[in-house]
T-cell receptor, first 116, second 112 residues
Framework: DTGVSQDPRHKITKRGQNVTFRCDPI?????LYWYRQTLGQGPEFLTY????????KSRLLSDRFSAERPKGSFSTLEIQRTEQGDSAMYLC??????????????FGSGTRLTVV | KQEVTQIPAALSVPEGENLVLNCSFT??????LQWFRQDPGKGLTSLLL?????REQTSGRLNASLDKSSGRSTLYIAASQPGDSATYLC???????????FGKGTRLSVIA
């Protein structure tokens, strides 16, 4: 297992179009997280899954955003009717969490979205 | 509100210098703390993870300390090199089921 994979690496889209990103976590990890990062800022939490259940969503996740993790494996993040303000780096991370603790996050390389 | 603050926002040092990056957090009852490195336009690379019961962790030229009572962590980089130039991010889990909360990072430049 080579880590967390994200696809695509870059996406340029026109305002109003829909986009979908994919994340493949480390296979042994039960938690998967989506973050958004804009220039000069730290990553901001969007949502996370434990196995296939979506446990928390940030207020940043407007109704144009939807995330899924079917069968508790890979995850997709879809943005509908993109706006220029959606331009950012979208980061995916996974971790192993259980009764004995959380063993740290591993991040993917990110998907850079540019809305023109 | 649970927040993570990193000071300074940017730092420039000559090669070979030892340096300290600072991180503070608003709630001392943290679950764990993680330091990351981010190169421009890239994802995050985990450097060190400190569990709440630990005081420090070391990896090569890097040493991270944790003082929960004062709400602080420091990342010490020994004998800095130009290849250390990057943004360093501190992040913490404030309770078991909450997600990692990040600071804005410190942008480090090591000048040859």
């Amino acid at each position: 297992d080579t880590g967390v994979s994200q696809d695509p690496r870059h996406k340029i889209t026109k305002r109003g179009q829909n986009v979908t990103f994919r994340c493949d976590p480390i296979s042994e990890h039960n938690r998967l997280y989506w973050y958004r990062q804009t220039l000069g800022q730290g990553p901001e939490f969007l949502t996370y899954f434990q196995n296939e259940a979506q446990l928390e969503k940030s207020r940043l996740l407007s109704d144009r955003f939807s995330a899924e993790r079917p069968k508790g494996s890979f995850s997709t993040l879809e943005i509908q009717r993109t706006e220029q303000g959606d331009s950012a780096m979208y980061l995916c991370a996974s971790s192993l969490a259980g009764t004995r603790g959380n063993y740290g996050y591993t991040f993917g390389s990110g998907t850079r979205l540019t809305v023109v | 509100k649970q927040e993570v603050t990193q000071i300074p926002a940017a730092l420039s040092v000559p090669e070979g210098e030892n340096l300290v990056l600072n991180c503070s957090f608003t709630d001392s009852a943290i679950y764990n703390l993680q330091w990351f490195r981010q190169d421009p336009g890239k994802g995050l690379t985990s450097l060190l993870l400190i569990q709440s019961s630990q005081r420090e962790q070391t990896s090569g030229r890097l040493n991270a300390s944790l003082d929960k009572s004062s709400g602080r962590s420091t990342l010490y980089i020994a004998a800095s090199q130009p290849g250390d130039s990057a943004t360093y991010l501190c992040a913490t889990i404030f309770s078991g089921n909450t997600p990692l909360v990040f600071g804005k990072g410190t942008r480090l430049s090591v000048i040859a």
